[in-house]
Nanobody, 127 residues
């Protein structure tokens, strides 16, 4: 079981930026996909962006495309989510999670396929 710890959340005004970090308990993980998810009050958890440990391929959800960028350290020990031009609709608890698979295909839209989760970090965007 992987341990994941998120950091970097906070409160910003609309148009601001934040960078979230997800520290992963193991390194050089090829057979893993790390994803960022978010859950706003009263809404279901949704996938934001995912990255593959095997080939670095990524998936980014349409509503944040062009504003959010996922990246990883060389050893895949840390996964980042750079969030620019933040909007009030981005307000949520952000989680990182791990799925032990090489293929990112169809994975990021299905939180149930991720077995290991961090505790979450709050992001609040004010207008």
């Amino acid at each position: 079981q992987l341990q994941l710890v998120e950091s970097g959340g906070g409160s910003v005004q609309q148009g601001g930026s934040l960078r979230l970090s997800c520290a992963v308990s193991e390194s050089y993980l090829e057979y893993v996909v790390i994803g960022w998810f978010r859950q706003a009050p009263g809404k279901e958890r949704e996938g934001v962006s995912c990255i593959s440990g095997s080939d670095g391929s990524t998936y980014t959800e349409d509503s944040v495309m062009g504003r959010f960028t996922i990246s990883r350290s060389n050893a895949m020990s840390t996964v980042y989510l750079q969030m620019n031009n933040l909007k009030p609709d981005d307000t949520a608890v952000y989680y990182c999670a791990a799925a032990k698979t090489r293929s990112i295909q169809g994975l990021c839209t299905t939180p149930q396929k991720f077995a290991d989760w961090g505790q979450g970090t709050q992001v609040t965007v004010s207008s």
